[in-house]
């Protein structure tokens, strides 16, 4: 979808990402009203941890600014019968339930929890695996604002349920790798420029197409690859490439 997809055009290419506003409709939204107002166009990555990852959108360009814009209330988490593209997978050794939200990974409570909570909710979340895109914050949950950062290794157990994930990149992972590391950086990649989809011309779109996570031809691929057992186990979710195919050649993480 056009209108929930960001071009980010850096030194070493253009990094593509599906926004998610079934997830974080806000975060979204602010995402697309700054870039479309050209307010990511020049800034850095100022702080960039190698297997871990890369943060920017800070106009000061040293993780204290942000935009003149409200803050953020979280969305770290949403109740599971909110989001009805999620597709189980299996299991494992951190969530109960682990699967993706039309290729984008995600974890969830079990349903039978809800028997047993006050809000009678079971909660559903994306999980921080490279190529995830996620906000910061300070230390106060609701202080999200303009800052983002891009994972570059697994941090689910330092970052789920804890900052907000609003897409995730589907073409141009390999830009993103080349993002000179620091804190800071010696020489801080900048973000070139920032466009949504919908504002990019026709002619220089890409044709994506992500293979369907909730198929069995999804599933027989996992198993063959050895990431999924024949019991429902999954070996590493943040290791599982979703196959992708960008202007009709299929791409490989």
Aim: aromatic share 8%; net charge negative.
């Amino acid at each position: 979808d056009p209108e929930n997809t960001i071009y980010m055009d850096l030194p070493a290419g253009t990094v593509v990402i599906e926004l998610r506003p079934d997830f974080a409709p806000a975060h979204v939204e602010r995402i697309k009203e700054l870039t479309r107002e050209g307010f990511y166009d020049g800034l850095v990555f100022h702080r960039v941890i190698e297997g871990f990852m890369a943060q920017g959108g800070d106009p000061k360009g040293d993780g204290t600014g942000g935009s003149e814009k409200p803050n953020l209330p979280a969305e770290f988490a949403r109740d599971t019968s909110a989001v009805e593209s999620f597709h189980q997978i299996g299991r494992d050794r951190i969530a109960p339930r682990i699967g993706y939200i039309d290729g984008m990974p995600a974890a969830a409570q079990p349903e039978g929890i809800k028997t047993f909570l006050t809000n009678g909710k079971a909660e559903l979340w994306p999980v921080h695996c490279p190529g995830v895109m996620s906000m910061a914050r300070a230390t106060d949950p609701n202080s999200a604002n303009s800052q983002f950062f891009l994972m570059i290794g697994d941090a689910r157990l330092n970052l789920d349920r804890r900052y907000t994930a609003w897409g995730w990149i589907v073409d141009g992972f390999e830009a993103s790798r080349r993002i000179v590391r620091g804190e800071p950086p010696s020489r801080p990649t900048p973000i070139i420029r920032m466009r949504v989809g919908a504002d990019v011309p026709a002619a220089e779109r890409k044709d994506i197409r992500v293979l369907k996570t909730d198929s069995q031809v999804f599933t027989d691929y996992l198993k063959a690859a050895g990431d999924l057992s024949e019991n429902g186990y999954v070996k590493d979710i943040c290791e599982i490439k979703v196959p992708v195919k960008v202007d009709g050649k299929i791409e490989r993480r």
